[in-house]
């Protein structure tokens, strides 16, 4: 599925690739590859931010903006509508359970209607990845849906697919304790505590981990299970009352989320969903192994963009993902429960993400079934109720934890074009202005965000097309994938990421 995780977002109709405004943009992104280019944009960069930094100083000032800056105001929330989501309408969730459809028919109907459409919410989910592929349509090739399969298979063999679409206590994040030592060991120190977590994590592959006080307006309930049709309760059914939350984020490959919305880059995102199903039981193990109780998460259990938020690793961006400086929404976020709390807890930063957000759009205009509010729209989507198309309309709002300051989008919308397309969209995320390769010029632009005016974030965000960055649905996008080899250009190690060197 695409990076909207656990919440907002799931993308309109594809017979074929979907807008073609942004195809003349394909000669440019050629470009990037020719080194005497590349070599004019870093001059370009570097004589540019000697005159807008203005000297030592203020390239100090842009090394502590690439850092964050620490936040006490999130969340915002409204308390007069505000309160814990309840599983079974998180859309994933919803579409996988015939009991959930059956009972609420109304919100199939309503859906139809007002998007003049004839659509099966149930039967969507199971079919998505029958669609024929054609060998004469870049991105929808056998080999695109060989590589869509085969990011799923781990998860298919283990038994764990269903966790994708919330289900809980799956074998990859079983709920069982009966291997927790008995003898629990005793750190030092709350920061010695948190940087073996941290050293744990980047072991498995993660790149950015952080530690968050289990929050319970995050955590959904009560919980649902699919498979047995039922709801569960953490104080009766969850194997112990979990005290801190880790957040680790894992990357998606920058190559394959380009072809967006193509099959191509739907392999990606199923690798990204099996990798956070393996580091998961990695580190859930790792905690047992300390002598605490743990269970490993991916979408299931809470609500994993907040999560992330409040552990520093992000903001919240306008399609309703996580945006992580340096890689932005082309992460997978997954999490551990645990009793374990002798940690040094990370708190929520600031990189003038979600301001810059309030000016771009850039995802919005990419997403093929209009799910994300535009900047014209009603507060730009930004606020404590949705805003969207028919939001308006009683009902139709029933998957949106309201009460909450963030962007708002139509995860229905979003999960009827991944039915049509034949598999998840990632338009929004290959789009976003903070989906960038690991070059140096782009972590520039990152540290002056902050310090930028706010007037000058839409100049830098027109800046991104123009270099050739952030077009979707480009056919030789996807036949330059399949040529790419070991030659990709990002860092696969992220080692210039924030978090990873010194600190995870």
């Not at 656990?6 to 074929?16: C, H, I, K, L, T």
Request: hydrophobic share 35%.
């Amino acid at each position: 599925m695409t990076n909207k995780n656990d919440e907002e977002n799931a993308p309109e109709e594809n017979s074929g690739p979907a807008k073609d405004s942004n195809d003349s943009a394909a000669a440019t992104t050629d470009n990037l590859e020719d080194p005497s280019r590349r070599l004019l944009f870093k001059r370009a960069a570097l004589g540019g931010g000697g005159a807008l930094l203005g000297g030592v100083a203020a390239y100090g000032a842009g090394t502590v903006s690439v850092a964050g800056k620490p936040v006490n105001d999130y969340p915002q929330t409204d308390e007069a509508i505000f309160k814990p989501k309840v599983q079974r309408d998180v859309v994933l969730n919803f579409v996988s359970s015939k009991a959930l459809n059956e009972k609420h028919p109304e919100r199939n109907e309503q859906y139809n209607r007002l998007q003049n459409k004839e659509f099966d919410w149930v039967r969507g989910i199971r079919d998505m990845y029958s669609k024929p592929w054609d060998n004469n349509k870049p991105g929808y090739t056998q080999m695109d849906r060989a590589l869509q399969k085969a990011g799923w298979e781990p998860l298919n063999i283990a038994g764990s697919r269903p966790a994708a679409n919330l289900q809980p206590n799956t074998p990859f994040h079983s709920w069982d304790q009966s291997d927790v030592e008995e003898e629990q060991f005793q750190f030092e120190s709350k920061q010695q505590a948190t940087d073996a977590i941290k050293s744990a994590a980047r072991v498995f592959g993660a790149v950015r981990c952080g530690i968050a006080r289990r929050d319970k307006r995050w955590d959904y309930d009560p919980l649902y299970d699919i498979e047995n049709e039922r709801e569960l309760s953490w104080e009766k059914d969850f194997p112990f009352e979990p005290k801190t939350v880790i957040v680790i984020l894992t990357p998606m490959d920058y190559d394959a989320i380009a072809t967006a919305p193509a099959w191509t880059a739907d392999g990606t995102a199923a690798d990204g969903y099996t990798q956070m199903g393996v580091k998961a039981t990695q580190m859930a193990k790792f905690i047992r192994g300390l002598g605490y109780h743990a269970v490993g998460a991916g979408n299931d259990l809470g609500s994993s963009v907040p999560y992330a938020i409040m552990a520093g690793l992000g903001e919240g961006g306008r399609n309703g993902a996580l945006l992580a400086p340096g890689i932005g929404p082309r992460v997978r976020i997954f999490k551990v429960y645990t009793d374990f709390e002798f940690v040094e807890y990370d708190q929520p930063h600031s990189w003038g993400i979600t301001e810059f957000c309030l000016s771009c759009g850039k995802c919005a205009e990419a997403c093929p079934s209009s799910a994300i509010p535009l900047m014209e729209d009603k507060n730009g989507g930004y606020g404590f109720e949705p805003s969207y198309e028919f939001s308006d309309e009683p009902g139709y709002t029933w998957n949106n934890h309201h009460g909450i300051k963030k962007f708002y989008s139509d995860a229905k919308k979003c999960y009827n074009f991944w039915v049509e397309n034949g598999g998840a969209c990632s338009a929004c995320i290959a789009a976003c202005t903070f989906n960038e390769p690991d070059f140096w010029h782009h972590w520039f632009i990152m540290a002056i965000t902050p310090i930028t005016p706010k007037p000058l974030h839409a100049a830098m965000a027109l800046a991104h097309p123009a270099f050739g960055y952030g077009h979707t649905n480009d056919p030789k996008k996807a036949e330059k994938f399949w040529k790419t080899g070991e030659g990709m250009r990002t860092n696969v190690n992220m080692k210039n990421n924030i978090g990873t060197s010194n600190k995870s």
